[in-house]
Nanobody, 126 residues
Framework: QVQLVESGGGLVQVGDSLRLSCAASGDTFSTYAMAWFRQTPGKEREFVAAIGWSTGNSYYPDSVRGRFTISRDNSKNTQYLQMNSLKPEDSAVYYC???????????????????WGQGTQVTVSS
């Protein structure tokens, strides 16, 4: 099993940047695919980004592609989400998620992931 703890959320202005971190513990980090999802009240959890073992194997929806970058540092057991050119519609609770690379087949599907962090709030003010 793996435990996930997000950090780095906060209140920013439109156009600002923010970097979220997700620290993992409890198992071999490099054997997990990692992802970020976000959720606002009354809505389903939305896929934001996912990464396999390396940055070359990453996925994004159109809504964030070109603005957000997912990365991971296997030596630090941490994944990151660099968010640039933030918009009010990016406001949400952001969740870190993980699943074993051996079972990772649908990066954008929340049900694919077995482990979740507690979430960190991102608010983009206009």
């Amino acid at each position: 099993q793996v435990q996930l703890v997000e950090s780095g959320g906060g209140l920013v202005q439109v156009g600002d940047s923010l970097r979220l971190s997700c620290a993992a513990s409890g198992d071999t980090f490099s054997t997990y695919a990692m992802a970020w999802f976000r959720q606002t009240p009354g809505k389903e959890r939305e896929f934001v980004a996912a990464i396999g073992w390396s940055t070359g194997n990453s996925y994004y929806p159109d809504s964030v592609r070109g603005r957000f970058t997912i990365s991971r540092d296997n030596s630090k057991n941490t994944q990151y989400l660099q968010m640039n050119s933030l918009k009010p519609e990016d406001s949400a609770v952001y969740y870190c998620a993980a699943v074993s690379l051996t079972t990772w087949t649908t990066p954008a599907h929340a049900g694919q992931y077995h482990y979740w962090g507690q979430g960190t709030q991102v608010t983009v003010s206009s």
